[in-house]
């Protein structure tokens, strides 16, 4: 069993201000995805990084894939209410045949106006 | 923009019972998941699914579980005598194209709540 371990589990921040959730393990994987849930509906994917060390920006959102490929972040600029949910990593498993992905318990980010 | 649906939103069966929970997969992809998420806890794979077979199955999907596609829109996951521990949320999934390629995605559906009693 791949282990993904989330932190924090729950952050509550003011509009306007920054944040970094973090997605370690001491597995390798072939790559990680970033998902984004709402109460009552399924994951909704937000990024997937590949390539060691890769950074990828989805506007206010920059997410880093770690350098051996075991670990990640996200990072939100100027936080927003509309950001606030249920932030979910998830690893694909580099023995797995059809992309069995390892999720992560999740960050909860509540973003104050 | 294409998405999975799933039915029912919320099925309530007596333990013991057969439940049929259904998923309809994008119209173009080609590989099928189901995962479930048990209230507070993480999001777990339970089956993986190419070409009419069970490519991967994990622990939790014993003699109890099956999948099928009976046809060439639904896909269907059937748990045979639920269980007081099989209520969860269940996730179906599709992707275009699979593993060994990373940087496919695979998308889901909203879930069916599954309730045991």
């Known amino acids: 069993t791949q282990l993904l371990e989330q932190s924090p589990q729950f952050l509550s921040i003011q509009e306007g201000e920054n944040l970094t959730v973090y997605c370690n393990s001491s597995?390798?994987?072939?790559?990680l995805q970033w998902y984004r849930q709402e109460p009552g509906e399924g994951p909704v994917l937000l990024v997937t990084?590949?390539?060691?060390?890769e950074v990828k920006k989805l506007k206010r959102l920059t997410f880093q894939f770690g350098d051996a490929r075991k670990d990640s972040s996200l990072h939100i600029t100027a936080a927003q209410p509309g950001d606030t949910g249920l932030y979910l990593c998830a690893g694909l498993d580099r023995g797995s045949t059809l992309g069995r992905l390892y999720f992560g318990r999740g960050t909860q980010l509540t973003v104050w106006p | 923009e294409p998405e999975v649906t799933q039915t029912p939103s919320h099925q309530v069966t007596q333990m013991g019972q057969e439940v049929i929970l259904r998923c309809v997969p994008i119209s173009n992809h080609l590989y099928f998941y189901w995962y479930r998420q048990i209230l507070g806890q993480k999001v777990e794979f339970l089956v993986s699914f190419y070409n009419n077979e069970i490519s991967e199955k994990s622990e939790i999907f014993d003699d109890q579980f099956s999948v099928e596609r009976p046809d060439g829109s639904n896909f269907t996951l059937k748990i045979r005598s639920t269980k007081l521990e099989d209520s969860a949320m269940y996730f179906c999934a599709s992707s275009e194209v699979s593993a060994p390629t990373p940087n496919q995605p695979q998308h889901f559906g909203d879930g069916t709540r599954l309730s045991i009693l």
């Open positions: 990084v590949v390539t060691g060390g």
């Open positions: 597995s390798v994987f072939s790559s």
